[in-house]
């Protein structure tokens, strides 16, 4: 900024401080910015809605964060009365623009007083660019962010973090498509109402308290102050934004917020930072974003370190063992707090994309290192605390690599787009898996009922092939019986046919002795038929045959013959005996045989 | 076997927020405690050297964030575990509630090759609390006993009681996984060699 533009500001802020007509007091002799903002009438009836403790903390705290440079506190006490942001922003930016007014006023009298020291204090300077910046807010925001930017890089004053944080947030706010209309709704209750409730969440909030900058001042005491208005911040949002609820990571940022602000303003920029800038996604139960992000990070080394990323594939280290939480906190509870303010006061106009920047630049201010190093050493390097005092007097050196690390839209919106097909592309596999395992499952089970069904089966089948053995050995023994029989049935026959022609020939004799032949024609015409009849009709021939016999013993002729007649009726009688024997067998075969078919 | 070099050990502790992870891993790798550690977020990790039994041996202890909603996103360390340790605080009775669930989520998303034997050992922290303690000593084994026998230990990082028995028999139990892994994969070459005769006559029956 030069001189000319300078005076022209002063002249301007004189102005306005003479129409205001406030009192300066002159509260503290140094340094001088301090007593110059301190007086601010309006600064001091906002700061009467907190609490004197919590109001002599934040200077406190502030004092010490600017190591005594500069530290008008107050403005970061500001409560203001209206809920609409268009309002607050406005008294903002009156309250700035007549601390602002004030400061060049003490300036002026102080470089009347000093004949014109040839330059103004560096830090004095930039404090009062930047009460410049927040009196035409909307101009530089919307005309000047490429300037704006640049001096967000070179850090806001610690004094004014907390207004150029909300300015910040409320532009983006409204630049949002998302927000504005869903916060402050007249449903949603307000602060005091969410902090008088019981949290679900309440005891895991409890328990990270201690936990959350466990070592600094203002959070280390159960009983001081800030671990009472992280716990109401939390809880709070915990019940405003109930799919959320409380996630851990969330705290570190809050925390960070309540280094500068109090509670209820922490909580509505907390509230933009969720929403706006688009955190939400990390914190919800399934932490859909974070793994999104981290695949964004891996690419991003890929293609910017390309070795870097080389040697990480090697050792087998992946982005979520170091950056889940550098992500989830916006590196606030990674880095020493200076550094975490100061990546914080980019990362509230660049939003998510000073993330990625942020997590190159560490990369490339321990690139060296990190080459060298084996697994255990990059994760020691960049793990938990690893980086706690890395930037500690080099937040430029950070600063500088961040700025110049190139993170573009395009390329994390390719790589979202990537990490969304990959994603679908894998749950489709797991899906198809989990659908070729259940198949698998399934043909398994009824592959062991089959296998179970056959083993039955099997049984079944040898019991019956073991009986159907029984049985073609029982007719097998038969068939020879029966063999046996037919051998002896034949011996029988062709003893009973010569028995048969003998008696023929007898009665022949007797026949041309009797001069009567008729019967012996008849015994023979039966006896030559025998031979080739069935059984039946043999049993009915052996009838008749016994019926002449008889009849030739009741003529009472051929007497010389009856002996052979008896002898031949016996054998009949056993063959007959034979055939009945047989013919039992026979059904009791048939019966084997039914037995098997069944 | 014998030629084999530096062994090291994966070791995952997962268990509730609060019931103190990071406190028995700093214990036992540091030897120290402290009440000012920042919640896990994310997960972060240490390294030990230790010897078991005559072999000297690196543990890598992965130490993990407590909140449920954090535990989908173990994958990327959880594979190829070697021994998962389970903590609760023998104070809440929910931490101790919860072992079972920390459990079979770690199986599903480590996936490894015999489930039914990867080694647990399950801590009961914070012993030193006796006034306030909610779960006893015989609760907690019966449900170890029922897991299949998983070892148990009474601990408190804050006195140092018990930590270094318990991560020395962590230690044992990694070492035998990390065995068996090897004798699998000698098995597993084995049988390849076998299958592919197999293969070539199921060709053939084709």
Known sequence: ?598 | MATRKKVLLKVIILGDSGVGKTSLMNQYVNRKFSNQYKATIGADFLTKEVTVDDRLVTMQIWDTAGQERFQSLGVAFYRGADCCVLVFDVTVPRSFESLEAWRDEFLIQASPRDPEHFPFVVLGNKVDLKDNRAITENRAKSWCDEKGNIPYFETSAKEATKVETAFLTIARAALQQEKDEDIYHDFKDAVNLDDVPDKKQDGCGC
């Open chain 1, 1 to 598: 900024m030069d001189e000319q533009e300078l005076l022209d500001m002063l002249e301007r802020q004189n102005q306005l401080l003479e129409k205001d007509n406030r009192a300066v007091s002159f509260e503290r002799t140094s340094p001088q910015l301090d007593s110059a903002v301190a007086g601010s009438e309006a600064s001091k009836r906002r700061c009467g809605s907190d609490s004197g403790p919590l109001q002599e903390q934040h200077i406190a705290e502030q004092q010490l964060l600017q190591h005594g440079q500069n530290g008008p506190r107050r403005h970061a006490m500001r409560r203001s009365a209206s809920a609409d942001p268009a309002v607050k922003v406005k008294e903002r930016m009156a309250s700035t623009s007549s601390s602002s007014s004030q400061l060049q006023h003490h300036q002026q009298q102080q470089a009347e007083n000093g004949k014109q020291e040839e330059a103004a204090d560096p830090e004095v300077e930039r404090f009062m660019l930047w009460t410049e910046i927040l009196s035409n807010w909307d101009t530089w925001y919307r005309k000047k962010q490429r300037r704006l930017l640049d001096l967000l890089y070179e850090g806001v004053p610690g004094a004014l973090r907390c207004v150029v944080w909300q300015h910040l947030a409320r532009s983006q706010q409204q630049a949002s498509e998302v927000s504005a209309a869903r916060l402050h709704t007249d449903n949603a209750p307000s602060y005091a109402e969410l902090i008088a409730q019981d949290t679900p969440h309440d005891k895991l909030i409890q328990q990270d308290l201690a936990r959350t900058f466990p070592k600094h001042h203002k959070f280390k005491d159960k009983q001081g102050d800030g671990q009472e208005v992280l716990y109401n911040v939390m809880k709070a949002y915990s019940l405003y934004d109930t799919e959320v609820g409380y996630c851990q990571g969330s705290a570190f940022i809050v925390a960070i917020l309540l280094m500068h602000m109090p509670e209820e303003e922490a909580f509505d920029l907390f509230i933009i930072l969720m929403r706006d800038y688009r955190l939400r996604g990390m914190f919800k139960p399934s932490m859909a974003d974070l793994p999104l992000r981290l695949h964004q990070f891996d690419a991003l080394i890929r293609a910017t370190f390309p070795d870097l990323h080389a040697h990480f594939g090697d050792l087998g280290l992946a982005p979520s063992m170091y950056a889940s939480q550098w992500f989830l906190t916006a590196f606030t509870s990674s880095l020493h707090t200076e550094a975490a303010f100061r990546l914080f006061d980019v990362f509230l106009l660049e939003g998510i994309p000073l993330l990625f920047k942020a997590g190159l630049a560490i990369l490339h201010t321990n690139h060296n290192l990190l080459h060298r190093h084996n697994f255990d050493g990059v994760m020691t390097v960049l793990g938990r605390d690893g980086l706690q005092q890395r930037y500690v007097g080099a937040e430029e050196e950070l600063l500088h690599a961040t700025k110049a690390a190139a993170v573009t839209q395009k390329q994390l919106q390719r790589y979202e787009k990537q990490y969304h097909t990959e994603k679908k592309e894998e749950e489709e596999r797991t899906s198809e898996l989990a659908r070729l395992r259940d198949k698998c499952h399934r043909l398994e089970q009824r592959n062991a009922a089959l296998e179970a069904q056959l083993g039955t089966l099997e049984g079944d089948y040898n019991k019956l092939a073991k009986k159907h053995l029984d049985v073609s050995v029982q007719l097998h023994q038969r068939d020879e019986q029966l063999l046996d029989m037919q051998e002896q049935l034949r011996r029988l026959m062709d003893a009973h046919v010569s028995l048969s022609s003998d008696t023929a020939v007898a009665e022949g004799k007797q026949a041309a002795d009797d001069g009567g032949d008729s019967v012996v024609d008849g015994s023979l015409e039966t006896s030559t038929r025998t031979e080739n009849s069935d059984e039946q009709g043999q049993v009915e021939r052996d009838a008749s045959v016994d019926g002449d016999q008889q009849s030739g013993g009741d003529n009472g002729e051929g007497n010389g013959h009856v002996a052979a007649n008896k002898d031949g009726a016996e054998k009949q009688k056993t063959l007959k005996g034979c055939r009945e024997e047989e013919n039992q067998q026979g059904d009791q075969g048939g019966g084997h045989e039914q037995e098997a078919k069944a």
